[in-house]
């Protein structure tokens, strides 16, 4: 059960204990944008597992990354950690 659940959202707020109140997913999703952005950077140890880079001549619309989308076969693949965020940020 989440504070919001249990009504002590306004409490803690009203005390001061808490200026906001975030949910475990909007934390998660926040991290997960940071990692990401970090791991771009050519100095991140994360930066050489990224895929190759795609030709940026035919683009139609404006994406979140010019990373090439992987061919994932299976649900456990695509659900690690780089693809994860290949496909969330597109």
């Keep these: 059960m ?5 009504g002590l959202g306004p409490v803690m707020m009203y005390y001061g204990f808490a200026a ?3 949910t475990v997913s909007e934390l998660f999703d926040k991290a997960v944008q940071e990692l990401f952005c970090k791991k771009q950077s050519h100095d991140h140890c994360l930066n050489t597992i990224l895929p190759k880079q795609k030709n940026a001549s035919l683009t139609l619309r404006p ?3 010019q990373y090439q989308q992987p061919n ?3 649900k456990l693949f695509k659900l690690s950690f780089m693809n994860y965020c290949l496909f969330k940020f597109l």
């Design 2 to 6: 989440t504070s919001s659940n249990l």
């Design 20 to 22: 906001n109140i975030h």
């Design 63 to 65: 994406l979140g990354h």
């Design 72 to 74: 994932c076969l299976y």
